[in-house]
């Protein structure tokens, strides 16, 4: 199968040099990856530098620099747009770090006709004895729960080319965008827990009200526009696997009560920005304590 793969990057000069070279050394006998195209939206730091000097080295590399911040949304599409025919496309954040064998086995859930779109499972590398490290864990934990039985695809997921042409460019929801328009396509989504994917939660409580206020605003958008609802957004099914991680672990008691304030807080404001019918979330303020793979 050949491969598309295409990051979205804002001021990422941390995370995307090891990321290409994750995908760079990325290698499979059922798999290719022909192109890897950066879309750098308005980066002011040392982004393109690196991305220019990894594409000096490897003809697949290629950077498309844009001059204003239009949303990530909008930087997908011109992924989207500027792809050559490929049988699946891979999409990453640049703040992502898959593991060797990550683009081998999420392309080989692809095996099966019947799936449209895969994810691995994101772990983020923040410390486990900060409350925020704790919330992020739990969070994602709490996702690979969920998605084991409804997958719930992101952080970087990969489709089947011919899908997906173009996404809304107002979506604060980039990934369960393409879920919507693959599950139209009577297709499935399917969830590898297996492959693995470093990420960072934020440290900061203001950050993460702040991103998960534009997450729940992007869901609830969809689900207007689309009918589509991610599985994560079932309050009682969310209920049900925190209930079981507590039983598991009583000590992450106060983070999980942090985590479920700011989600409540979150949901109301999405709410009312949607009630608004607020367009801030399509560009959203970045949370710079996430551009990083380094514990602290």
Same mark, same amino acid.
């Given at each position: 199968?050949?491969?598309?793969?295409?990051?979205?990057?804002?001021?990422?000069?941390?995370?995307?040099g090891?990321?290409?070279?994750?995908?760079?050394?990325?290698?499979g006998?059922?798999f290719h990856?022909?192109q890897i195209?950066?879309?750098?939206?308005?980066c002011?730091?040392?982004?393109?530098?690196?991305?220019?000097?990894?594409?000096?080295?490897?003809?697949?590399?290629?950077?498309?620099?844009?001059?204003?911040?239009?949303?990530?949304?909008?930087?997908?599409?011109?992924?989207?747009?500027a792809?050559?025919?490929s049988?699946?496309?891979?999409l990453?954040?640049?703040?992502?770090?898959?593991?060797?064998?990550?683009?081998?086995?999420?392309?080989?859930?692809?095996?099966?006709?019947?799936?449209?779109?895969?994810?691995?499972?994101p772990?983020?590398?923040?410390?486990?004895r900060?409350l925020?490290?704790?919330?992020g864990?739990?969070?994602?934990?709490?996702?690979h729960?969920?998605?084991?039985?409804?997958?719930?695809?992101?952080?970087?997921i990969?489709?089947?080319?011919?899908?997906?042409?173009?996404?809304?460019p107002?979506?604060?929801?980039?990934e369960?965008?393409?879920? +919507?328009?693959?599950?139209?396509? &009577?297709? !499935?989504? @399917?969830? %590898?827990?297996? /492959?693995? #994917?470093?990420? *960072?939660?934020p440290?900061?409580?203001?950050e993460?009200?702040?991103?998960?206020?534009?997450?729940a605003?992007?869901?609830?958008?969809?689900?207007q526009?689309?009918?589509? +609802?991610?599985s994560?957004?079932? &309050?009682? !099914?969310? @209920?049900? %696997?925190?209930? /079981?991680? #507590?039983?598991r *672990?009583?000590?992450?008691?106060?983070?999980?009560?942090?985590?479920?304030?700011?989600?409540?807080?979150?949901?109301?404001l999405?709410?009312?920005?949607?009630?608004?019918?607020?367009?801030?979330?399509?560009?959203?303020?970045?949370?710079?304590?996430?551009?990083?793979?380094r514990?602290?």
């Open positions: 199968m050949e491969i598309a793969v295409g990051i979205t990057t804002c001021n990422e000069e941390l995370t995307i090891p990321l290409l070279a994750a995908l760079q050394a990325s290698q006998a059922h990856i022909t195209i950066v879309v750098s939206a308005a002011r730091d040392h982004t393109d530098d690196i991305v220019k000097t990894a594409a000096a080295q490897d003809s697949r590399i290629v950077l498309i620099p844009e001059p204003v911040r239009r949303g990530k949304s909008a930087a997908v599409n011109t992924f989207l747009s792809r050559r025919p049988d699946l496309t891979f990453f954040s640049g703040d992502v770090l898959p593991a060797p064998d990550f683009v081998a086995r999420v392309s080989a859930a692809f095996q099966d006709a019947n799936v449209g779109m895969a994810g691995g499972r772990v983020p590398v923040n410390s486990p900060t925020t490290g704790q919330m864990a739990l969070l994602w934990d709490m996702h729960d969920i998605a084991l039985s409804t997958p719930k695809l992101g952080e970087a990969a489709f089947r080319s011919a899908v997906v042409q173009e996404i809304p107002s979506s604060a929801v980039d369960a965008s393409i879920e +919507a328009l693959v599950l139209a396509a &009577s297709l !499935r989504l @399917a969830y %590898v827990p297996d /492959a693995l #994917l470093s990420n *960072r939660s440290d900061t409580l203001r993460w009200l702040s991103q998960r206020r534009r997450i605003y992007g869901h609830a958008w969809l689900q526009k689309d009918g589509h +609802a991610v994560t957004g079932d &309050s009682g !099914r969310v @209920a049900q %696997v925190l209930t /079981a991680r #507590l039983r *672990r009583p000590g992450l008691l106060p983070a999980a009560v942090v985590l479920v304030g700011i989600e409540a807080m979150a949901r109301v999405a709410r009312r920005d949607l009630a608004q019918r607020s367009d801030r979330h399509a560009i959203w303020d970045i949370a710079p304590s996430t551009k990083s793979f514990q602290q």
